[in-house]
């Protein structure tokens, strides 16, 4: 940990650090995936599915940056490489070679939803771990990635 003059114990800012840095690798591979659909979809409903997703992956990446930013004020290193993304994300694989506008529909809101499941665990257990403002952070985030959840499944065909 790097010296700091934040006022949480360095337990608890090395508790939310780890914490932290599993979130932002996830974040990172939800914004590569969320690209892979953008650049990839195809089908009737092209620009706007094709907009939506530039949007969507820019909430992902203002998380990736919350969270990094997070991290460097606790007197952490915020983890934020491609490699480490790759090897610690806890998001499932994005199947590549998919053009149908559905299929990415469907697999971005199974990532949306996946990575805010995660991001509202977070937010608990940074409140019992003892930091609030991590744990303010992680509830911000959630908010945002619920929004942009309904937004995408906005575009599922109803059963």
Do not use: C
């Amino acid at each position: 940990m790097h010296q700091t003059h934040n006022t949480l114990s360095e337990n608890i800012r090395t508790q939310s650090v780890a914490l932290l840095n599993k979130q932002l690798a996830a974040a990172i591979d939800l914004h590569g995936q969320i690209k892979q659909a953008h650049w990839n979809v195809r089908g009737p409903n092209f620009i706007g599915i094709h907009e939506l997703f530039d949007k969507v992956a820019q909430t992902a990446l203002e998380a990736s940056d919350l969270i990094a930013e997070r991290t460097a004020g606790l007197g952490g290193t915020a983890e934020g490489t491609i490699q480490v993304a790759s090897a610690k994300s806890y998001l499932l694989l994005y199947e590549l070679g998919v053009a149908d506008e559905a299929k990415h529909v469907f697999a971005v809101s199974a990532a949306l939803a996946a990575f805010g499941q995660q991001v509202r665990l977070a937010a608990g257990l940074s409140t019992t771990q003892g930091d609030a403002t991590t744990a303010d952070l992680f509830t911000e985030i959630s908010r945002g990635i619920d929004q942009q959840l309904w937004f995408v499944e906005s575009h599922r065909v109803p059963a």
